[in-house]
């Protein structure tokens, strides 16, 4: 599986992005997604998934509000909206696929997408 995100990009404080992933390869099976992220000499977190019918949606208490979780099927893809930046949440965000109906916060991902750069400037 191959995941491709974009969507990243410099803004100021209190604008919006949308963030879109799509995968491509073996996606003929159930699958869930999601997003990390990882600041600079930070830890990688999560930020937020979905399940493959898009039911059920999960995420980190410090975007709830603010990061919306979508996908559609039909075009393998999953999108974050992301509203209300703050400087915090300039990071690297990384896609993420599951081979999965649900999402399970406790296995690893079975794939990992490149990454697209959010800067948020204050």
């Known amino acids: 599986v191959q995941l491709q995100a974009s969507g990243g990009g410099l803004v100021q404080t209190g604008a919006s992005l949308r963030l879109s992933c799509s995968a491509s390869?073996?996606?003929?099976?159930?699958?869930?997604m999601g997003w990390f992220r990882q600041a600079g000499g930070k830890e990688r977190e999560f930020v937020a998934a979905?399940?493959?019918?898009?039911?059920?949606?999960y995420y980190a208490d410090s975007v709830k509000g603010r990061f919306t979780i979508s996908r559609d099927n039909a075009k393998n893809t999953v999108y974050l909206q992301v509203n209300s930046l703050k400087p915090d949440d300039t990071a690297v965000y990384y896609c993420?696929?599951?081979?999965?109906?649900?999402?399970?916060?406790?296995?690893?991902?079975?794939?990992w997408g490149q990454g697209t750069q959010v800067t948020v400037s204050s």
């Open positions: 979905i399940s493959w019918r898009g039911d059920s949606t």
């Open positions: 390869g073996r996606t003929s099976r159930a699958y869930s």
């Open positions: 993420v696929f599951q081979y999965a109906s649900t999402w399970y916060q406790t296995r690893t991902p079975d794939y």
